[in-house]
């Protein structure tokens, strides 16, 4: 019977990852966690954290396995050493799910969960382990549970409480399911249907207002393989590509680059190819907005920046960098594999307190790639920002789970904010999203295309925005207080 419990938490964390894109299953998170609350009711701590072990292997080890795509394909690993590391990955994530198990049955009065662990308890540990997950070394938000129910009916609370808020509400839903099925309590359905039933009445209100006109804006999504971007042969070639296709789309008010489209230091290239570019720019009542690396001599440092060329130049650089992929965390490792020496990766992180860029007369916030992910950051862009940007490299993922969950993330951040999203890659997808989360238009991945389309700047705050995450976190400090103070009247009773 152990082994059974064993190998169903395992299968809940295997369909996980069913729940995100590109498979849209959402309602499987809630299955997945209602599996894994069962398997965790009448067994000891040791067992639950094992069991929270092989959850976590099997949701991480499905999908995050696009790491191997990166260190074997593009990083020059071999599959055994590829393997290694992305097994050893997974694995530490593993431990966070193991170690909630091990401190949420510590914390039960007996083995059985009772109806306060249930909707106080475990709900609560969920979104603290989602929490600690974000922002322990340096944070990994990815395959955030709340992220996955963007087409569902919890996508209503989203610009009220953050995705992350609606993992605590998959969270308690499937609790309830739990306690339903454990006692045979028919309530607790009722409760997941208000719950969900609100979540589909908040559908249809607006937060945010529109800001001006329509806006036409076209993506530029070079699709130059991974494998010869950095060659200096290559430059001349990628710079002759972007330009062409930018001269093409002068009729838009915005050109987005994705990130590091131009292979060479921003000073490198300004004079004899950005200068003359932003000169037709202006021309054309133009903004580009370019991804490219920036150097600065007084320094001797090097950003993964974005510039705006037009009537008012701009840079953002990047200010949460991905370890291995921007910088090297420990550099004794360089020389060690090829995968700890890939081109541009010793990047300095951009200061915290930087300025917006413009793009035709509105305020933009850009990311770039991995920061979307982290939702305070590009909170922190707005309500000054109109409009969001986020420039992106998915070719070091290639064919995989990787770009189609990195999307499903963004129309998150727009549905939170309130903002249409901007957003270029190098080889797809890239995309405008609405300020509902909802898709404009895509375009096709592993192909050279201009991606253009309207989207309207909006202005305003939703509640997210205004509040951003205290109420969350009151909130959740409110109900694990709830739960110790009836835990403490069992004892003394």
């Not at 190998?7 to 849209?24: E, S, T």
């Amino acid at each position: 019977m152990k082994w059974l419990g064993h190998g169903l938490a395992l299968l809940a964390g295997m369909i996980a990852p069913l729940a995100f894109a590109p498979f849209h299953y959402y309602p499987l998170a809630i299955v997945s966690l209602l599996l894994l609350f069962l398997a965790w009711d009448g067994v000891s701590a040791k067992v639950a954290a094992i069991r929270g072990l092989l959850f976590g292997i099997g949701l991480f080890g499905v999908g995050v396995s696009w790491v191997f795509v990166a260190i074997h394909v593009f990083g020059q690993a071999s599959m055994l050493l590829a393997g290694l590391l992305t097994a050893l990955f997974v694995v530490i994530l593993a431990l966070y799910t193991a170690g909630l198990g091990y401190v949420l049955k510590r914390l039960c009065h007996n083995r059985h969960f009772s109806l306060r662990d249930y909707i106080l308890l475990l709900p609560v540990g969920w979104f603290a382990f989602e929490w600690l997950k974000a922002w322990l070394f340096t944070g990994f938000p990815w395959l955030e549970f709340g992220v996955s129910q963007i087409e569902g009916p919890l996508s209503g609370y989203i610009p009220i409480i953050g995705a992350l808020g609606v993992s605590w509400l998959v969270a308690l839903s499937a609790a309830l399911l739990a306690y339903s099925w454990q006692k045979k309590q028919l309530i607790s359905l009722l409760w997941v249907v208000a719950i969900w039933s609100g979540g589909a009445g908040l559908q249809t209100i607006d937060w945010t207002t529109d800001y001006g006109e329509p806006l036409q804006v076209s993506i530029i999504q070079g699709n130059v393989p991974q494998e010869i971007k950095w060659n200096k042969e290559q430059v001349v070639k990628t710079l002759s590509l972007y330009q062409q296709k930018t001269e093409e789309n002068w009729q838009s008010d915005i050109i987005v680059w994705p990130e590091n489209a131009v292979t060479a230091f921003y000073h490198q290239v300004k004079p004899f190819f950005l200068d003359p570019l932003t000169e037709m720019a202006i021309e054309h009542k133009t903004t580009i907005l370019a991804g490219l690396p920036i150097y600065q001599a007084e320094t001797k440092q090097y950003y993964n920046g974005m510039v705006s060329l037009g009537e008012q130049l701009g840079f953002y650089h990047k200010r949460h960098l991905v370890p291995f992929g921007d910088y090297i965390p420990f550099e004794w490792l360089r020389g060690l594999i090829a995968f700890f020496d890939l081109p541009m990766s010793s990047f300095a992180k951009g200061a915290e307190d930087q300025g917006l860029l413009t793009a035709a007369g509105h305020a933009v916030g850009v990311s770039i790639c991995y920061e979307d992910v982290f939702s305070n950051e590009v909170l922190s862009t707005v309500p000054a920002a109109t409009i969001l940007v986020n420039a992106t490299n998915n070719a070091w993922y290639g064919d995989s789970f990787a770009p189609h969950q990195h999307l499903q993330i963004s129309q998150n951040r727009a549905l939170e904010t309130g903002r249409p999203i901007i957003r270029a890659t190098t080889n797809g997808i890239s995309a405008l999203i609405d300020h509902h989360g909802r898709f404009i238009s895509t375009s096709p991945q592993f192909e050279l295309a201009v991606l253009t389309d309207e989207i309207q700047a909006q202005s305003g705050e939703t509640p997210y925005v205004r509040w951003q995450r205290w109420p969350i976190f009151a909130g959740m400090l409110f109900m694990l207080l709830l739960w110790a103070y009836y835990r403490r009247l069992d004892h003394e009773v």
